[in-house]
């Protein structure tokens, strides 16, 4: 099993800058791609950024130049440095991490599974 786990929302002015981070643990291989997603409420999940395990990245054209997405590839861990936030910007942030697993004889999976976590709030107000 893996446990996806996101920290750093919070309140934070217009103009001002967070950095999320998420956790994957568990019974881990390897991670293909990570990714931020946010919600509001009454609206669809919408992509904010992805990363595969060779660096490339994508962003939402909302956040390009304001949004960095990285990972630590060592410690399963991805982080989101958001800067230049706008009230636009409020939202559940959910991170999602795509997993190679191990199968039931020990030996790697042939297949991965995406793992939600259960999201971090982001609220910009002042």
């Known amino acids: 099993q893996v446990t996806v786990v996101e920290s750093g929302g919070g309140l934070v002015q217009p103009g001002g800058s967070l950095r999320l981070s998420c956790a994957a643990s568990?019974?881990?291989?390897?991670?293909?791609?990570m990714g931020w997603y946010r919600q509001v409420p009454g609206k669809q999940r919408e992509l904010v950024a992805t990363?595969?395990?060779?660096?490339?990245?994508n962003y939402a054209d909302s956040v390009k130049g304001r949004f960095t997405i990285s990972r630590d590839n060592a410690k399963n861990t991805a982080y989101l440095q958001m800067n230049s936030l706008k009230p636009e910007d409020t939202a559940v942030y959910y991170c999602?991490?795509?997993?190679?697993?191990?199968?039931?004889?020990?030996?790697?999976?042939?297949?991965?599974?995406?793992?939600w976590g259960k999201g971090t709030l982001v609220t910009v107000s002042s």
């Open positions: 999602e991490a795509v997993v190679r697993g191990y199968s039931a004889d020990g030996a790697p999976a042939s297949y991965a599974i995406a793992y």
């Open positions: 568990g019974s881990i291989f390897s991670i293909n791609a």
């Open positions: 990363i595969i395990s060779g660096g490339n990245t």
